[in-house]
């Protein structure tokens, strides 16, 4: 048998997809549910390369759309750069939305386009991370946060024991899950 051929389809996935058979027990309501969440994912993806952008390239942002433009402008304003690896391990590496570091001040800036509130658990592990990287103490250093969301931004002192405490559960599960490789664990 000649199997059609489907190259445009290679490293995309069907909203009704086989490997994600569980819409075959969904309500038309659900569906539509699902649905709206997979294309609000997708804006939200837009909007932070937009936003990347923009930062990269020193754009500011008009008032139109208020979170955009907080996010953007702060983080041209404090010189911060935008989706930035942050690296432990293979284990533990994350992409920090914006983040600067002028030696003495760490500051990290999350964007969320979604309607779900957001914590500051994300930019804490973030934070720890990049301590872990360059080797530096949250307490030597002072780290300010700021999730962007719902057309206002909120701001946290980053707490050097929290960050400490993270820190240190990050170097423990990562020689944890090194030692289950190493013993082929799965």
């Given at each position: 048998?000649?199997?059609?051929?489907?190259?445009?389809?290679?490293?995309?996935?069907?909203?009704?997809?086989?490997?994600?058979?569980?819409?075959?027990?969904?309500?038309?309501?659900?569906?539509?549910?699902?649905?709206?969440?997979?294309?609000?994912?997708?804006?939200?993806?837009?909007?932070h390369a937009?936003?990347?952008?923009?930062?990269?390239?020193?754009?500011?942002?008009?008032?139109?759309?208020?979170?955009?433009?907080?996010?953007?402008?702060?983080?041209?304003?404090?010189?911060?750069?935008?989706?930035?690896?942050?690296?432990?391990?293979?284990?533990?590496?994350?992409?920090?939305?914006a983040i600067?570091?002028?030696?003495?001040?760490?500051?990290?800036?999350?964007?969320?386009?979604?309607?779900?509130?957001?914590?500051?658990?994300?930019?804490?592990?973030?934070?720890?991370?990049?301590?872990?990287?360059?080797?530096?103490?949250?307490?030597?250093?002072?780290?300010?946060?700021?999730?962007?969301?719902?057309?206002?931004?909120?701001?946290?002192?980053?707490?050097?024991?929290?960050i400490a405490?993270?820190?240190?559960?990050?170097?423990?599960?990562?020689?944890?899950?090194?030692?289950?490789?190493?013993?082929?664990?799965?």
């Open positions: 048998m000649n199997f059609n051929q489907h190259p445009k389809l290679h490293n995309r996935h069907s909203f009704l997809s086989p490997s994600q058979y569980h819409w075959v027990n969904y309500t038309p309501q659900k569906l539509e549910a699902r649905f709206f969440a997979s294309e609000q994912a997708a804006r939200g993806t837009a909007l937009l936003a990347h952008n923009a930062i990269k390239l020193r754009i500011q942002i008009s008032n139109k759309n208020k979170t955009i433009a907080l996010y953007v402008n702060d983080a041209i304003k404090f010189n911060m750069e935008s989706e930035l690896y942050l690296y432990y391990s293979d284990n533990c590496f994350g992409q920090a939305d600067g570091f002028d030696g003495k001040k760490l500051r990290i800036h999350d964007l969320k386009t979604g309607i779900t509130p957001a914590k500051e658990t994300q930019l804490e592990v973030y934070a720890a991370i990049f301590c872990l990287e360059y080797g530096i103490s949250p307490f030597d250093i002072v780290v300010e946060m700021r999730i962007y969301q719902n057309e206002e931004k909120r701001i946290f002192d980053g707490d050097p024991e929290v405490r993270i820190m240190d559960t990050i170097v423990e599960f990562d020689a944890r899950i090194e030692f289950m490789k190493e013993r082929g664990i799965q």
